[in-house]
């Protein structure tokens, strides 16, 4: 689990490509000490597990899925990433609950300045708008954020100074692909309610059914 809360970026130093898989190496451009085989990091908010860590550094594997959903398979060596490490069990839930695994890209389709803040409208697939909500939580490319407003395949989110300076959001621009995980919380409602979506089939106890039994 993931709060959204980036500890910073990264720096990829490395791409091994492999078919439809990637092997990538990180370099931590904020400390990330004691780093270990197995543990979690969200790179661009996208769950992967660390294979070989070095002083604040890592490698990790990519799966074909995992490069389908996200924009992982975009990286080219150099490319800035967002990176945040598992939470802890007895740490702040600063952001909201993160499970890092992307349910789509989005994309960037406008930036425009808010006093010392940024706005950005992103776009994305028309399947997920039930998923997102006015106030609700949206994860951006590793990034918990707060929905301003939103349609049936767009929101908006308000970036405020300090994020802006310790995350890749600085240098989003219209077209860009960034990963969008919806509220965790809301697609397990969602999948509870999907037996009812428009196949509610209509009781047979009605009024007259009542009156024929005697009620």
């Not at 990433?81 to 890209?105: F, I, K, T, Y």
Request: net charge negative.
């Amino acid at each position: 689990m993931f709060t959204g809360l980036a500890a910073g970026m990264g720096i990829v130093e490395e791409l091994a490509k492999n078919g439809g898989q990637t092997r990538l190496s990180i370099r931590a451009l904020c400390p990330m000490p004691g780093i270990v085989v197995g543990e979690s990091i969200a790179i661009n908010g996208a769950c992967l597990t660390v294979e070989s860590p070095r002083e604040n550094a890592f490698g990790a594997y990519a799966s074909a899925e995992t490069l389908r959903k996200t924009n992982l398979g975009r990286l080219s060596t150099g490319d800035t990433v967002n990176l945040e490490r598992a939470l802890a069990v007895g740490d702040r839930l600063g952001g909201h609950l993160v499970s890092g695994h992307v349910d789509c890209l989005a994309s960037v389709e406008a930036a425009v300045p808010e006093g010392e803040s940024m706005r950005y409208t992103v776009s994305f697939p028309r399947g997920f708008g039930r998923l997102v909500a006015p106030k609700g939580s949206v994860c951006l490319d590793g990034i918990s954020l707060t929905v301003n407003e939103c349609g049936p395949d767009w929101l908006s989110v308000n970036i405020i100074p300090l994020t802006q300076s310790q995350t890749t959001i600085s240098g989003w621009i219209r077209g860009l692909a960034v990963n969008m995980e919806t509220d965790l919380i809301g697609k397990y409602v969602a999948r509870l309610m999907e037996p009812y979506d428009g196949n509610v089939r209509p009781s047979a106890i009605t009024e007259e059914f009542l009156r024929e039994h005697g009620f």
